[in-house]
C-alpha cells in the first residue's frame, strides 16, 4: 500500500541551527510529494511541493528533494528561527483525485 | 488558493449531545474532506464530500456518527453525532486545488477544536 513515514519527534534546536527531516514514503506510483505545516492554533497549510523526481520544491528557506530512489522526500533548512516552531507534515497524493496520505507528523521547537 | 472558514472555531459540548460543523469555501470546488486529528496525531480523513452525491466515507468512519451535507459548490457540514470523549478532537475541512489535468496540495481550514466532557 502506501505510505508515509517521518522521523519521530519532538525536534529541539536553537536558533540558526541546520534542521532536518526525514520523510520516506511508499508507494505503488509516482506520486506528487508534499511538506505542510501546521502553526499552533492554526489549519495546515502548504509549505512546498515536488511533482516529479529530482524536482526539488523550495519556501521561505525550506528545502526538499524528491528523490525516486531512496523514495525520500527530506525537509531541510539551514538556518532556523523561533518563529518556525510548528508540527510539520510529510504527504503524498496522486493525480485524478486520489486521497492524500499524511505522516505522523514531527513536532519542532527552536529556541532563541 | 482558496480560504476556508470554519464555524465553531472551539466548543466544548456534553456526552451524548450533537455537534453540526460548518465549513464555507470562497471559490466553488469538487470534492471537500473532513479530516480528523486527535491530540498529538496526525490526520485521519474520515469523508469525502462531493456535490450532489452521498459522502463517501473511509474504514472505521459511519454516516450515522459522522453525517455530511454538501448542498452547494461552496459548503459543507459534518454532524458529530451522539459525542463521547473519545470524539475530543480537531476536525478540519479541505478542498483540493485543481490544477489543469490532476489535483494537487490540499487547502485546509483553520479547524475546529472540540472537546466532550
Known amino acids: 500500500g502506501n505510505s508515509v513515514t517521518q522521523m519521530e519527534g519532538p525536534v529541539t534546536l536553537s536558533e540558526e541551527a541546520f534542521l532536518t527531516i526525514n520523510c520516506t514514503y511508499t508507494a505503488t506510483g509516482y506520486p506528487s510529494l508534499f511538506w505542510y505545516v501546521q502553526y499552533p492554533g492554526e489549519g495546515l497549510q502548504l509549505l512546498l511541493k515536488a511533482t516529479k523526481a529530482d524536482d526539488k520544491g523550495s519556501n521561505k528557506g525550506f528545502e526538499a528533494t524528491y528523490r525516486k530512489e531512496t523514495t525520500s522526500f527530506h525537509l531541510e533548512k539551514g538556518s532556523v528561527q523561533v518563529s518556525d516552531s510548528a508540527v510539520y507534515f510529510c504527504?503524498?497524493?496522486?493525480?485524478?483525485?486520489?486521497?492524500?496520505?499524511f505522516g505522523a507528523g514531527t513536532r519542532l521547537f527552536v529556541k532563541a | 488558493s482558496a480560504v476556508i472558514s470554519q464555524k465553531p472555531s472551539r466548543d466544548i459540548c456534553q456526552r451524548g449531545t450533537s455537534l453540526t460543523i460548518q465549513c464555507q469555501v470562497d471559490s466553488q470546488v469538487t470534492m471537500m474532506f473532513w479530516y480528523r486529528q486527535q491530540p498529538g496525531q496526525s490526520l485521519t480523513l474520515i469523508a469525502t464530500?462531493?456535490?450532489?452525491?452521498?459522502?463517501?466515507?473511509e474504514s472505521g468512519f459511519v454516516i450515522d456518527k459522522f453525517p455530511i451535507s454538501r448542498p452547494n459548490l461552496t459548503f459543507s457540514t459534518l454532524t458529530v453525532s451522539n459525542m463521547s470523549p473519545e470524539d475530543s478532537s480537531i476536525y478540519l475541512c479541505s478542498v483540493e486545488n485543481w490544477a489543469g489535468d490532476s489535483y494537487n496540495e490540499q487547502f485546509f481550514g483553520p479547524g475546529t477544536r472540540l472537546t466532550v466532557l
Open positions: 464530500a462531493n456535490q450532489g452525491s452521498e459522502a463517501t466515507y
Open positions: 504527504a503524498l497524493t496522486f493525480s485524478g483525485g486520489f486521497k492524500t496520505i
